[in-house]
């Protein structure tokens, strides 16, 4: 049923007066915001495509679906609002079953300069959930079951995410709290380090946190799973060791390929996968680069998917592009601080010297991706239980055993 989406044409906050109940931004287009090439493929490759979009449930590990302005130096005081909207039009032409939204992440400054506090998220984590609320085709997705309904009704699962734990402070029972406000996957830590452990921007990683411990027993026990993509890297190693259940790295890449801090060595991948996790390839602007290709498109991410599927095995990966609706390069420059970029993308570093892009042709935004990795594996001569394990069977076994 993902060849066709069930969506009726809701637009975020229709229910409310625009300039009177809420302050109105133009928002970027969400569909064919820049040109953007698709895969090319002969008539039997597409009748593959075609069939592989049809039968099998295709997951994104991690994406932003909100829509940010479309002068994207206005952003600043969108998110001062507490209001993002969600492309549910983007999502519609997408093949996507079921997509894991990290809400607004490092740029989660509603109520602060820093960002990241508890009122911030249940904030921005509640707008959404309301929103979501006052329509039929998105479905707040708690279980793998809510999957395979999404799938079998031409609808979309939304897995709520928040990339970091800074805003439980030192309080457990916040663990349980984000769960039962529908909260399913959680990071260690967002690049700075907390309470738990340590970030990927730090000079020392000091590791998991004795209170970490206990916060990963809790995310256990309640059912959250957890994600070490912007943990240090003795951070992600303890907290694979200490869990008493597989993680994922949600959206990442090769370090063996691109020496920077976002990227994982290989002791972390292959300690990932043999405890069972998934590990979901990174596509946002600037990340998943390689010697090969110094300008980012999909080739460069796939590239880093081939390296990480030959070192850990095909049921052990799976994708996460981490790309969005809205100028993803210009949301860079006016959050970098943020973001942390400067530290995880190597800037200045010899021998990481790469064209900079506007937009990653071919995985501009989360429509794109659904399409066009699947026609990548497609024309690669992957076969059809691959493509269903890279696109989806990989995350729903991992579910099945993390989530309560």
Not at 211 to 238: E, P
Not at 250 to 265: D, E, F, K, V, Y
Request: hydrophobic content about 35%; charged content about 25%; glycine content about 10%.
């Amino acid at each position: 049923m993902s060849l066709k989406k069930q969506y009726k044409g809701y637009q975020s906050f229709q229910y409310l007066e625009k300039d009177r109940d809420y302050k109105y931004f133009e928002l970027a287009n969400e569909i064919d915001r820049v040109p953007s090439n698709r895969v090319k493929l002969n008539t039997q490759q597409e009748e593959l495509v075609t069939k592989i979009l049809r039968d099998h449930v295709l997951i994104s590990v991690h994406e932003h679906l909100g829509t940010f302005p479309k002068d994207i130096n206005q952003t600043p005081a969108y998110i001062k609002e507490g209001r993002m909207a969600t492309a549910f039009e983007g999502l519609s032409r997408s093949h996507w079953d079921c997509v894991f939204d990290n809400l607004m992440n490092g740029v989660c400054q509603i109520h602060s300069k820093g960002g990241w506090k508890w009122s911030e998220v249940i904030h921005d984590l509640g707008m959404r959930l309301c929103d979501i609320a006052h329509q039929d085709f998105v479905i707040h997705c708690k279980s793998v079951e809510d999957i395979h309904r999404a799938h079998q009704e031409g609808k979309v699962a939304w897995v709520a995410v928040m990339e970091g734990a800074m805003m439980i402070e030192n309080e457990l029972d916040r663990i349980d709290l984000l769960y039962g406000f529908g909260l399913r996957s959680i990071g260690i830590t967002y690049s700075e380090s907390n309470a738990l452990g340590s970030g990927l921007k730090e000079d020392r990683d000091g590791g998991l946190t004795k209170f970490g411990k206990r916060a990963v027993d809790r995310m256990n026990k309640v059912g959250l799973l957890i994600d070490c993509s912007h943990t240090g890297d003795q951070t992600a190693l303890d907290t694979i060791e200490h869990s008493s259940k597989p993680i994922i790295l949600s959206h990442i890449g090769a370090q063996a390929l691109w020496g920077t801090n976002r990227m994982a060595p290989d002791e972390v991948l292959i300690a990932c996968a043999e405890k069972g996790g998934v590990i979901g390839i990174e596509a946002a602007p600037h990340t998943t680069l390689t010697p090969n290709h110094r300008r980012h498109n999909l080739d460069a991410v796939m590239e880093h998917f081939e390296y990480i599927k030959d070192l850990v095995g095909i049921d052990h990966v799976t994708m996460g592009p981490d790309t969005l609706y809205g100028d993803h390069v210009g949301l860079h420059g006016a959050y970098s601080a943020a973001l942390s970029l400067k530290e995880s993308k190597g800037k200045g570093k010899a021998g990481l010297e790469y064209d900079p892009v506007e937009y990653v042709d071919g995985l501009e935004n989360p429509t794109e991706g659904s399409y066009n990795i699947v026609r990548w594996l497609v024309k690669h001569g992957y076969s059809e239980e691959d493509i269903s394990k890279v696109m989806g069977k990989n995350t729903l076994r991992l579910l099945e055993e993390v989530w309560v």
